[in-house]
């Protein structure tokens, strides 16, 4: 009856292991898709603010009208052009976490 005691344990543990295995999964594979979805709106959120003004228009302005010297102007270009950066780093990593879900998918 040990034997039979063992084998019921052994058998039980293997169920409980494979639960385990199988809600770590499930967890992974939603948080992987949680952060895609926060990730798509943070992305989408940025563009448009970076899209609802016209900073080169505006820079322009401000340069030939003598409100900002161009050490500002090329100082707020920078700026611009790393806001861009910042968005293309938040599309890549959309991009990893999307391939990460897609190979789930499978």
Do not use: P, W
Not at 4 to 12: C, F, I, P, T, Y
Not at 13 to 35: G, I, N, V
Not at 47 to 70: H, K, P, T, W
Request: charged share 20%.
């Amino acid at each position: 009856t040990n034997t039979v005691k063992l084998a019921n344990a052994q058998s039980s543990a293997a169920a409980l292991l494979a639960a385990d295995e199988q809600f770590r999964f499930r967890t992974h594979l939603q948080c992987c898709y949680e952060t895609t979805r926060a990730l798509v709106q943070q992305i989408d959120e940025y563009r448009s603010l970076i899209q609802s003004v016209d900073v080169f228009e505006l820079l322009n302005q401000a340069l030939e009208s003598g409100q900002i010297s161009l050490i500002e102007y090329l100082s707020e270009l920078s700026l611009y052009h790393e806001s861009h950066e910042r968005l293309c780093e938040m599309e890549h990593d959309a991009a990893m976490q999307y391939v990460e879900l897609q190979l789930y998918s499978r």
